[in-house]
């Protein structure tokens, strides 16, 4: 079967499915999210007849762009130490199946702050707690006037700091923190990875 295709899951057996579960969580919402294939980066699998994904009770609704597929929700946020649960609901319910996620860790960025103003030509620090977590850090800063800077999967470490912002002309943007903590799906799947993320986006100013 070709990629950026999608088929039934009715006669897919849940150890057939490649399956991606996540949880990205900011100070106000949390969105859970499932996804099924039949191979990596391969055929879409779209749940049909009375198969349904759930999460902490919370149906995820169909969701798709073009021939992808994949299932979310608006959910309850658990407190730290808690657990997400993502239940697959099959047909056969000797085929389904539970897995659960960690709800992550929290994160508050001290530098810099909501509404400030960083000059082009600059580096950008950039600093958060808590930290030194064994889940590693992705901090971007994007706007419609500057260059966009990322540093991806770095350590948490507690700060960071970004190469020398380039612009054109002052504007707005967003500078964004995220720490994930990632492991494999495992049994009763075929593949896949579970993914919580707890994201801080802050708006700031660049100018010359």
């Given at each position: 079967m070709a990629a950026c295709t999608k088929t039934s899951s009715e006669g897919i057996a849940t150890r057939a499915l490649l399956a991606d579960f996540s949880i990205g969580q900011t100070a106000t919402t949390v969105t859970a999210r499932a996804e099924?294939?039949?191979?990596?980066?391969?055929?879409?699998?779209?749940?049909?007849?009375?198969?349904?994904?759930?999460?902490?009770?919370?149906?995820?609704?169909?969701?798709?762009?073009?021939?992808a597929v994949w299932y979310g929700n608006s959910v309850k946020?658990?407190?730290?130490?808690?657990?997400?649960?993502?239940?697959?609901?099959?047909?056969?319910?000797?085929d389904g199946a539970t897995v659960t996620l960690m709800a992550p860790v929290k994160l508050a960025?001290?530098?810099?702050?909501?509404?400030?103003?960083?000059?082009?030509g600059q580096q950008l620090p950039v600093t958060w707690t808590p930290a030194g977590t064994a889940f590693p850090v992705t901090i971007t800063a994007s706007g419609r006037c500057i260059d966009r800077l990322e540093k991806k999967d770095a350590p948490d470490t507690g700060d960071e700091v970004l190469d020398v912002v380039t612009g054109t002309d002052k504007c707005d943007g967003t500078v964004s923190i995220s720490r994930s903590h990632t492991l494999l799906t495992g049994a009763p799947f075929k593949d896949g990875k579970r993914r919580s993320t707890f994201t801080v986006d802050l708006m700031v100013g660049f100018v010359p």
């Open positions: 099924f294939r039949v191979s990596e980066g391969g055929t879409y699998v779209e749940l049909a007849g009375n198969d349904q994904i759930l999460c902490n009770g919370t149906v995820l609704l169909r969701q798709g762009l073009a021939s946020a658990q407190p730290e130490g808690a657990r997400y649960a993502f239940e697959l609901r099959r047909a056969d319910p000797a960025v001290a530098t810099p702050r909501a509404g400030d103003k960083i000059k082009f």
